[in-house]
C-alpha cells in the first residue's frame, strides 16, 4: 500500500519564476493538506483540498493556489517566487479533516 | 500561525533513558496529535488524544492531555538511538481544518 507520494524532491528555481508541486495522498484517502516547513520550524498549514475544493486556507497570500483532481491528486502552484519561499513543502493526506495525517517526504524548494 | 509551543527545544538523553517533552497550546482543541521527523524527511504520525481523553499508551509512548492548562507531555520509555529525531505536536481545533504545529523538539539519544 503506496503511502503519500510527493514530486519533484528537490527543485531550484529562481526569483519571479514560477513553480508547480505535486501530491498523490495514500490509498483510500480523500483530503489533502499542505504545508510549509522552514529550516528549524513546524510545518505551517497553507490550505487544505476536499472534493476538489479547498476547503480551508492558512495564512499564506495568493501566490499560492492550489488543485485537486478526481483521484484525489493534488497540486501546489506557487507564482512569482520570492527568496523567502525556499522551505520544505509537505503534503499530507488523511480520511476526514481531524484524523492522523500521513505526509510525504515533501519537496526541497530553493530560491536562488 | 502556530499554535503549540514545544518544551525543551532540544534534549539530549543517553539510551536506556526517558525521555519527556511538553507542549502548551493557546485555544481549545478538538484533539492534539503528536508526530516525528526524521531529519529532511516527512512527518510520521504517533499518537492522537481527543479532548476528552487524558492519558494514552501506545507501546514506549505515553501522551497526557490537561485542557485545563492547555498542555500536553510525550514521553518516551527505554529511548533507543532510532528514537533521535524532532517531535512535534500539532493541535486540531473545533470547527476548523486545518492543523497547527509547534516549532518542534530535537531529541537525541546517544548510544
Known amino acids: 500500500d503506496a503511502g503519500v507520494t510527493q514530486s519533484p524532491t528537490h527543485l531550484i528555481k529562481t526569483r519571479g519564476q514560477q513553480v508547480t508541486l505535486r501530491c498523490s495522498p495514500k490509498?483510500?484517502?480523500?483530503?489533502v493538506s499542505w504545508y510549509q516547513q522552514a529550516l528549524g520550524q513546524g510545518p505551517q498549514f497553507i490550505f487544505q483540498?476536499?472534493?476538489?475544493?479547498?476547503?480551508q486556507r492558512g495564512n499564506f497570500p495568493d501566490r499560492f493556489s492550489g488543485h485537486q483532481f478526481p483521484n484525489y491528486s493534488s497540486e501546489l502552484n506557487v507564482n512569482a517566487l520570492l527568496l523567502g519561499d525556499s522551505a520544505l513543502y509537505l503534503c499530507?493526506?488523511?480520511?476526514?479533516?481531524?484524523?492522523?495525517?500521513?505526509f510525504g517526504d515533501g519537496t526541497r524548494l530553493s530560491i536562488l | 500561525s502556530q499554535q503549540g509551543e514545544e518544551d525543551p527545544q532540544a534534549l539530549s538523553i543517553q539510551e536506556g533513558e526517558n525521555a519527556t517533552m511538553n507542549c502548551s497550546y493557546k485555544?481549545?482543541?478538538?484533539?492534539l496529535q503528536w508526530y516525528r521527523q526524521n531529519s529532511g524527511r516527512g512527518l510520521v504520525h504517533l499518537i492522537l488524544?481527543?479532548?476528552?481523553?487524558r492519558e494514552k499508551h501506545s507501546g514506549r509512548l505515553r501522551v497526557t492531555l490537561d485542557t485545563s492548562k492547555k498542555s500536553s507531555s510525550l514521553l518516551i520509555t527505554a529511548s533507543r538511538a532510532a528514537d533521535t529525531a524532532s517531535y512535534f505536536c500539532?493541535?486540531?481545533?473545533?470547527?476548523?481544518?486545518?492543523?497547527?504545529f509547534g516549532a518542534g523538539t530535537r531529541l537525541t539519544v546517544k548510544p
Open positions: 499530507a493526506s488523511s480520511k476526514d479533516r481531524d484524523q492522523p495525517q500521513h
Open positions: 490509498s483510500g484517502h480523500d483530503t
Open positions: 483540498y476536499y472534493e476538489e475544493e479547498e476547503r
Open positions: 485555544t481549545s482543541i478538538n484533539n
Open positions: 488524544i481527543r479532548s476528552n481523553e
Open positions: 500539532a493541535t486540531h481545533q473545533w470547527n476548523n481544518n486545518d492543523m497547527r
